[in-house]
């Protein structure tokens, strides 16, 4: 109650709630624990439902742990049933193996084992026969008769067979003679069967080869026998030393039975099978076996656990066929939930078998279950009569509660405008009232300061928002938000208020706070730390009552304390970042009353809103300075990129630069301007923002222009001037008509006045046609048809290559010379003195040219090659220096600047910067590039770029290919462009009327280029 009182006295109320206090300042209230009393029937209720639900929860655990130490049982069982007859049977075949390699006289040998065999059939039920297959194909059985036919020998049994030996021998034939002998339970003979034909041959049997190539004793997999349509097992071992096999048959049907007698449910399941799924025993015996096949070839086979009726099985065998083997099993079908066991028996032979125990959970608990649905319904008529009783009294109760709630859902949904107005005789209910009441308001100031921080993008407007927001909380009379700088080594001045004395520095004030930056000293220790540098050093908020008695309050008093405004109290809170970053600290001096304007301490709760308050600051305050920083990075990446182009070429140094510096000129007189194109045009901080980043970075894709194209001052030049290999070859016909006159000399062909003459004539010649060459690269001016007809005569002369211009060339260059001239000529050979070799041209590296994936629009016509280097096709270039290859090559820059900047992630607010970048070549009458667009299509800002890029481009004193102009012939060509509906003739009349480019050629242009311009003639060749 405390708390909520003193945060209701710190913190300001509204009118409203002060008219609400006033009608219920002294109701009667009543403690919450008598109203407790009402509801112990209720209680009751509760916990006697809760007892019923935890007796039937223990029971059922002990249902299942009884019925799982029941499933232990007879998995055990089964375990040591499977156990005692598969151990007889294993010694019996081993037992037999020694004897038989005992004998040396085979009919001795069968008269002994016969009496062995008779009473190990009498002894175990489970043995159907015992036999004895040797390698030359003869075999001994002895065989049990238990149902008194014989149907593998095809023949009804003599009357009292018990036993049956069967004797049995390969003929030449390969079928075998089989010899029957019947005995009673005496072992007396009571018929015999002699020279029977059969195909059965032991040695064919899988058991038999299997036994014969193994060591130990081997099992099968459970089978159908013919003679009993039982289901069971062989085992067998190969005799040590010799070739032949012993073997005994398990019947496995008791197990079946046995199995039916643990059936703990009705509907219980209880099956052994082995890793294939194969059953072996089963509690419903008729389902062991199953028919296969159709018609008359119906055989009998052992079933499988999916061919079995109960779902429940089938459900088991895909949960093993998955791959789990999970010794607690819970299956569920579409009818019951099933509970169980898993758990493998393993047999003689090594292999594992499983049973299988499963139950319906249902039937396990049925009485559980009953007891529940008792239990609870005599629990649900006790809280009936409870909730009768405690109706009238939850209802009293609740109505406070339920407009409670329903406040909170309105604070829920931000809806703060309305006060809250909920009374209660419980003191309880009417401290939380008010409570939520102070919190209402507590979110909505806290809320009304978060959208003030988030919307304000000025930082030192943002520092300003935040004092002033903390000095209304607290009711302060002055404050000062000081940050940490970018190495934190200091505390700087940003913003310092004092309301009493009327000092504001910083914030939307220009004058900034007249107060040295605080150093953070790690050699200031303990006492020797002033206030602020304790606060910042340990990152905890400071709250002084009395500064009179702090020994560090002096830096304090200095900065905020005034004659008759002394400083009293004190509330310094660090800024901390999202990072946990201390990145600066808020001091606040002297809080106030709200009503009274007495001079009190900082109370916690109002430290603790403005803890709240200043975290948030701090974030907001920190994302600005993160914005704030990354533009600038990204500023600068943009203008080192802008640089790195102007100092890629000395010729085009500062382009770049000049081009923002015209555009921002032109757009502010386009916004400040009244004139009808203009009256609605305005640009947002965004929009601004993208001009900057346009005009900067509009000439980007000039990275990619090969800097000898940039540069090329002569017509023959590209990495270097190649009008010294001309002059060269010059130099060899001077050198060829001073031999040739040597030679006629020494051979008298003519007299020597007249062979000088003709010495003179030619290498005159030579040099006024080296000069005329020389004079074509310069390319100032314009190629006339006679010099280009005069360079065609002077390319027929030829001069005579004696070394392979294939040495010393990179491999690129070698490979287009041989793709192009094919076998080289033979050695010397006549070449052209200017020659447009087939290696001169460079093909575009897609075949299909630089504009064959053009999602961007382009609309330039593109020439047939990427360059051609020819000397007499350069040579003949008819206006300055570039041909069209080259001249495309430079254009081309654009589509690249458009396409860099279309691949950058420029956000929604930055979407127009690769179009403005991109559209400064466009023309009003789409005679312009790279897209053709017209002036339709072309933004305001589009246009200022054409503009600034034209005049500085004309203006230009740094260019290869042409003189700078001057101001006023500049501005005539642009009036001649702007007549021609090149430009718009709106910006350009705005250009001359509003001096922008005045102002530019003072601060750049050379002063031999600042002339006279007569704006009216311009103005009055413009065509509106």
Known sequence: MQVSESIAQDIPVSASQKHSQEFTRKPMRFPLQIIIGFLITLLLSSVSLSISWYNFEKNKAITLSATQALFNRIERQTAERIQGIYSPAAMLVNLTAELEQAQNNEAAQHQKLFHAFIAALRGNPYLASIYIGYADGKHYLVRAIRDGKDEWSNANLPVNTVFMVQYGAQREDSQQEINYVYYDSDLKPVGRLEGVDSNYDPRQRSWYQTALNSEKLIQTAPYIFFTTRDVGVTLARHLPQSSGVVAVDLRLNEISTELSSHLITPSTEVVVFDSEGTV???????????????????????????????????????????????????????????????????????????????????ELLAPLEKIRTESVQISLALLFI???????????????????????????????????????????????????????????????????????????????KILLEAQQVCNADAGSICLLNKDEDKLEFSILRNDKTDEFYGGSATNKPPFEPIFLSSEKEGDSATITESVVRSGKTLAIE????????????????????????MLALPLINQRSEIIGIIELINARHPTTDELIGFSPAVVSYVEALSSSAAIALDNRRLLKEQKDLFDAVVQVLAGAIDAKSHYTSGHCQRVPILAHELAIEATLSTA?????????????????????????????????????????????????????????????????????????????????????????????????????NIGEERMATEKILRLNEIATQTWTRNLDDRLGISPKELSRKESTQGTPPTLPTNESLLANKAEHIIPHRDEFGPFSDNPYGFQMEVPKYAFNRGELYNLSTEHGTLTKEERFKINEHIT??????????FPKELRHVPDWAGSHHEKLDGSGYPRRRFADSLSIPERIMTIADIFEALTASDRPYKKSKSVSTALKIMSQMSKENKICPHLYELFLTSGVYFRYAEEYLLPEQIDKVDIDALLSNISH
């Open 676 to 776: 009808a194109p203009f009256r609605d045009f305005t640009l947002s901080e965004e929009q601004w923002y993208e001009l900057y980043l346009a005009s900067w970075l509009h000439d980007c894709g000039k990275v990619t222009t090969p800097e000898y194209v940039v540069d090329k001052a002569t017509k023959l030049e590209t990495i270097y001037n190649r009008i010294h290999e001309i002059r060269l070859r010059f130099e060899l016909l001077w050198r060829d008509a001073e031999i040739s006159y040597l030679k006629a000399l020494s051979e008298k062909k003519d007299n020597k006045e007249v062979l000088q003459k003709r010495l003179g004539a030619q290498i005159n010649k030579i040099r006024q046609d080296y000069a005329f060459v020389a004079e074509c």
């Open 896 to 905: 690249q600047t458009i396409i860099m900047l279309k691949q950058l992630p």
């Open 546 to 569: 009395d500064l009179s008695v702090h020994d560090n309050s002096s830096e304090i008093r200095r900065r905020f304390e005034r004659k008759d405004h002394p400083c009293v109290s």
């Open 386 to 464: 409870s909730i009768l009783i405690g109706w009238w009294i939850a209802r009293r109760i609740s109505l406070p509660i339920h407009l409670l709630a329903q406040e909170a859902q309105e604070i829920r949904k931000m809806k703060l405008d309305t006060p809250i107005e909920v009374h209660s005789h419980i003191n309880e209910i009417h401290a939380l009232s008010e409570t939520m009441s102070v919190m209402k308001t507590s979110i909505q100031q806290f809320v009304e300061i978060g959208k003030a921080l988030s919307t304000e993008r000025n930082l030192d407007h943002l520092l300003e």
């Open 280 to 362: 072996i025993a089963y509690s419903d015996v008729e389902q062991v076996s199953r028919h296969a096949g159709e018609g008359g070839h119906k055989s009998l086979i052992t079933a499988h656990l999916s061919d079995l009726r109960n779902p429940v099985l089938h459900q088991l065998n895909k949960t093993l066929t998955s791959g789990s083997h999970s010794r607690r099993l819970n299956i569920s079908t579409e009818t019951q939930e099933w509970i169980g066991t898993l758990s493998p028996l393993p047999l003689q032979s090594g292999e594992n078998a499983y049973l299988a125990i499963l139950s319906p959970r249902d």
